[in-house]
């Protein structure tokens, strides 16, 4: 059975921190991880992995994929209150069709 | 075979036309999704039902209107769409979208493209 695990859960942090998002998963016929940001609607889309060690950047966020350790980590510098939200962690994987297996989320609040 | 199948499986339409796109699940599913995926980008959620009820609309166009009959089918009607609106669409179904980490099962997606 497939599984993505995120931790931690939930995370508190005061602004300006950096805070590290983990995701590990052990799936068949992995193709990518995918990282999205949820606040009050459908999750937005942040970073997309499908090689190992190439860092994915976007102003303050950072993520890496380690397809040989199975894992991924999102790197949030400098954290804003804006950056308060769930975020989640899903991997497509399979052959002619495809299967999303989400993680949980991490839940992070930033406090002013 | 995944239990999730989608008619047709390619659509070749003008700005103008309307059509339907239709997804059927034989998996005992509750929630049922919409997702599009364009040339090198990932899959971008449209519309979330869950027992039949709409529970997400991610600022989708209204070109795009989605309907969902009963637990098994979903359908996406498509009228006066834009070139842009070319890509695979996908329908994906869970147990229920209370769990939002129930694993989602995939169709094969259509391949839309308009002219």
């Known amino acids: 059975e497939d599984k993505v695990v995120q931790s931690p859960l939930s995370l508190v942090v005061h602004e300006g921190d950096t805070v590290t998002l983990n995701c590990s998963y052990e799936?068949?016929?992995?193709?990518?991880l995918l990282w999205y940001k949820q606040e009050k609607k459908a999750p937005t889309f942040l970073f997309m992995l499908?090689?190992?060690?190439i860092e994915k950047k976007s102003g303050r966020l950072s993520s890496i994929l380690d397809k040989k350790e199975l894992f991924s980590i999102l790197n949030i510098t400098a954290t804003q209150t804006g950056d308060s939200a769930v975020y989640l962690c899903?991997?497509?994987?399979?052959?002619?069709?495809?299967?999303?297996?989400f993680g949980k989320g991490t839940l992070l609040t930033v406090n002013p | 075979e995944t239990g999730v199948t989608q008619t047709p499986r390619h659509l070749v339409m003008g700005m103008t036309n309307k059509k339907s796109l239709k997804c059927e699940q034989h998996?005992?599913?509750?929630?049922m999704y919409w997702y599009k995926q364009s040339a090198k980008k990932p899959l971008e959620l449209m519309f979330v039902?869950?027992?039949?009820?709409?529970?997400e609309n991610n600022s989708v166009p209204s070109r795009f209107s989605p309907e969902c009959p009963n637990s098994s089918h979903l359908f996406l009607h498509l009228h006066t769409l834009q070139p842009e609106d070319s890509a695979l669409y996908l329908c994906?179904?869970?147990?229920?979208?209370?769990?939002?980490?129930?694993?989602?099962?995939f169709g094969p997606g259509t391949r839309l493209t308009v002219l």
């Open positions: 994906a179904s869970s147990q229920d979208q209370t769990h939002r980490t129930d694993t989602q099962y």
């Open positions: 799936v068949t016929n992995f193709r990518s």
């Open positions: 499908t090689s190992s060690g």
């Open positions: 899903a991997v497509v994987s399979g052959g002619s069709n495809y299967k999303l297996t």
């Open positions: 998996l005992g599913h509750n929630a």
């Open positions: 039902y869950n027992f039949k009820e709409q529970t």
